[in-house]
């Protein structure tokens, strides 16, 4: 008999899913701390200065810097999407509605995101030009 032993957790069993765990390190109610789980959630920590926030691999410096140093990095579809979704959960709706709900939203938005991200690519290649990249 092998010495490995199965330890997965049975149906029905007290286990706390992952998603409650991770959102269970923030105290949401701050607005610090909800910078710092949107930082963690879109992984500002790859491109973050700070070296305790990449061996972290979690922001473990200032959130609120974090947060408008990248915000306006992510992509608009992902935003609308988050947005979308957090307010489907908050609203009663199930993950699987309020996935959906948040695909909806994306779909309707469509031609916003589309002007946004060709914003946002003309800011990217004016800084290049300036940064002689």
Not at 23 to 31: I, R
Not at 35 to 45: E, G, N, P, V
Request: charged share 30%; aromatic share 10%; hydrophobic share 40%.
């Amino acid at each position: 008999m092998s010495g490995f032993q199965n330890n997965r957790r049975k149906r029905g069993s007290a286990a706390v899913p992952r998603q409650a765990r991770e959102a269970s390190k923030y105290d949401l109610s701050q607005e610090r701390e909800r910078h710092r789980f949107i930082a963690d959630l879109f992984t500002f920590w790859w491109a973050c200065p700070n070296d305790g926030c990449r061996r972290r691999r979690a922001c473990a410096g200032d959130a609120n810097t974090c947060f408008e140093r990248y915000w306006w990095l992510v992509p608009e579809a992902h935003k609308i999407s988050f947005n979308s979704f957090v307010r489907s959960r908050v609203a009663g709706m199930s993950v699987q509605q309020a996935s959906r709900a948040a695909a909806e939203e994306i779909a309707r938005s469509a031609d916003h995101i589309a002007r946004v991200d060709a914003e946002r690519a003309r800011l990217k290649a004016r800084r290049a030009a300036r940064d002689g990249e």
